[in-house]
Each structure stands twice: as C-alpha cells, then as structure tokens.
C-alpha cells in the first residue's frame, strides 16, 4: 500500500485489567483493522486441544507467561493473514523485551516498506492504579460468543449475567479469579513493566490515564494514532 495509507501497527501496553481489551475493540471498529490479543489465540489453542495449549493451559491458569518461542511463532502466523495487510491491533503482546526486539524485526522485515524502515509501532500505556486493577479483574465477565466484556462493579449488563448483544450467558474467565490475579500482576511488573522503558527511549510510547472514562481514553488513543499515521 502507499506510504500514509497503513494504520499503526498498534501495540497495547498496560497491566491486566487496565482495559486493553475493551479499548482495542473500539479502535478496531473505528479504522477496520484487525485486533490481535494473544490471550484470546492461546485460549483458542486451549479449546482446540492443540499442543500449545496444552502447554499454555496450566501456565495461564498459575498467571504466568507462555515462553516467548511459541508466543512468536503464533503471533507471526497471525500477521501474516490478508486481513492484517493495512494494519492492526496487537493486545498483550510483545509482554518482554525479548519479544518486543523480535517484534521489532518482524516488523521491518515483513511489513514496513523500505521508507517505513525504523519507524516502529504506536506504543499505547494504559496506566491504572493497582487497587483499582484488583476491582476489574475480580469483577470483569465477558461474553464467550461475542467477547464483549462487562463488570459487576462498573460496567453491568442491562440484563444480569446475560450480554446485551447476544443473551449469552457471562463468564469470569479462570485468570480473572481472586487467586490467579495476585500471579498475573507480580508477573506483569517483573517481565513487562521493562517495555514502558524501552519503548519510551525510542519515542514510540504514549501516556493514556487509563481511570478516565472509557470515551475520554479512546479519544486520546485516537488523537495519537491520527497524528502517528498521518490518516
């Protein structure tokens, strides 16, 4: 595609329960690109019962990280598919410097033209207080057929337990539970937090307060993707 014409790519930062997810969707939705979250494709391979999900299974469960070697190499699969051509959305990954550096290659190898060489991602931190990451996790549901998320302290379906899409029933997902969550964030400060800085020293990263409200956050996301992709 000509120079100009690509969105991002867009990479999330932010720990869990900061709203990646819920922000990600709305970006999607607003330039038609895919969001790419690699929780949601290591939850796939743990429905398929494929190898890797075996693998990732008990590691997600315990709120650790699957190894950065398979993580890349469905995350290469993924980009490489038609639809990912213009741009995208990646949600949860790279999670460590090791995956942002092969990010970082891939990118310029298979996906920026030769005058894009270097210029790299668009780097979103959503800041969220840690008590108040505790209260969305614990209290975040989502819908297993459409994926659209809700939570029973801030964000209640019209209809209890039912999503307002589809009637589905709501589901807490297994690393959303009290006793998994205290894991996933002391692994988010010791492997990820590291990206914050790296990505900030190459002038990529942008600041989102992620405690306003959901409206003010996607404006500020969009406001530094226009000026990024000069769309």
Known sequence: MAHGEKIGPLIFLGAPG?????????IQERYNIPQI?????????????????HQAEKIMAQG?????????????????????ARGYIL?????????????????????FDKEDQGRGPIVINIFVDYNQLKLRLTGRRSCPACGRIYNIHTQLP??????????????QRDDDREEVIAGRLRAYQEQTRPLIAFYEA???????????????VTAQIVEAVEAASRI
């Open 18 to 26: 900061a709203g990646k997810g819920t922000q990600s969707k709305r």
């Open 37 to 53: 979250s690699t929780g949601d494709l290591l939850r796939g391979h743990v429905r398929m019962g494929t190898e890797l999900g």
């Open 64 to 84: 650790g990280l699957v190894p950065d070697a398979l993580v890349c190499d469905m995350v290469a699969n993924r980009l490489r598919r038609p639809d990912c």
């Open 91 to 111: 949600d949860g990954f790279p999670r460590t410097a090791a995956q942002a550096g092969w990010l970082e290659e891939f990118l310029n190898r298979e996906f």
């Open 158 to 171: 019209r209809v209890d337990e039912a999503c307002d899409v589809d009637g589905t029933g709501l589901i």
């Open 202 to 216: 190459k002038g990529q990263l942008v600041l989102v307060d992620g405690e306003q409200s959901m409206d003010q």
